[in-house]
């Protein structure tokens, strides 16, 4: 009876299209102090030490780290290098583009970030070079979803907050499945542009791709301090996190010099403003698992779930079209600190590895900000191309596709999300 009462005021209060992290909020407020005698004192306290966790600092430093990236030139150079190294097969500029946004999503952390960083760049030269608007669109949209799979990732950090699971482990288990997508999405993109025999550059010399490489090296640089900073315990995600805003501060200023040192107010306080939204949704989020746990209502559904004997098979299933419909209505962050409190305890019950499921939904997460009506993606590619959300979404349909082919893949294959882990001693 108490979920139906949390769920349906949830649902209504989204309904009248109030801001998610408010609706959580108010549903907590108005079910903790007309239905519960839970103490007021016990709320603050859960509040405190639900947002205390060391995990959460990583947040506000990549975000910070990846707006120095946007706009330090970083991304150009990528794109310059990703260009000489494949430009000359079918789709060059398209795949250019797939290899550019895997590149930059391994330095930002973010999938909006990568999709205005390369498509603002990439999208126009592509046009210019004869490829339809419609086909560049599909491959920026999609391709930047990469940001949340391949490490560093703040949904990975989000789900490691809600679930307790190693933000580490979970780092190292994007890198193959993000490898893999990003393959899936360059093979899509070589097949229309084949069949539609769109442009193809030049090839590039070797003098050419070593002198993109070089001039590329600083930002290429900080895959290796974040992934392999973390893999040797020299320091934790966190301190990664903080490493690497400093990183890219530096190479943003003093490297490149790409951007001038009167930018930097402005590029702190939108980090901040972006750092303070999603701080405010966990917040309202570790509120709405109190409740629930409170309740016991995730335990409840376990039980529920394990004696209706459903299985793994079936239970993932469910999960996936659950998360992928959640996907509709809702944006990454909201979706895993909602669902994760829930889902996760009938996940270990079933004896799925954590880290296995938590690739799993935000494999679910790149497919939500792909599609309407609130698809992230769609909506920061529709600033860069001036398409419609209408006209956009009958573009990535293709990669789409292949995309929730390879959630199949990772749902019922889960040596993919957890060998690299298991290998490095991570788990």
Known sequence: MSAAIIFGLLAALMLTGMPIS????????TFLFTMTQVPLESVALKLFTGIEKFEIMAIPFFILAGNFLTHGGVARRMINFATAMVGHWHGGLGLAGV????LFAAVSGSSPATVVAIGSIILPAMVKQGFPNRFGAGVITTSGALGILIPPSLVMVMYAVATNT??????????????????VLGLVTWYIARKNDYPRLKPASWAERLRTFKDAIWGLALIIIVIGGIYTGIFTPTEAAAMSAVYAFFIAIFVYKDMPLRGVPKILLSSASMSAMLLYIITNAVLFSFVLANENIPHAIADWIVAKDMGVIAFLLVVNILLLMAGNFMEPSSIVLIMAPILFPVAMKLGIDPVHFGIMMVVNMEVGMCHPPVGLNLYVASG????????????????????????VLITYVPIVSIWLPKVLGVM
């Open 22 to 29: 408010i609706s959580l909020g108010l549903t907590v407020l």
């Open 99 to 102: 290899m550019a946004c895997a």
């Open 166 to 183: 190693s933000v580490g482990a979970l780092f190292m288990a994007g890198v193959i499945p993000g490898l893999m997508l990003a393959t």
């Open 384 to 407: 860069i191309t001036k398409m419609g959300i209408t006209e956009l979404t009958v573009a990535v349909w293709p990669w789409l596709l292949a995309m929730l082919g390879f959630l």
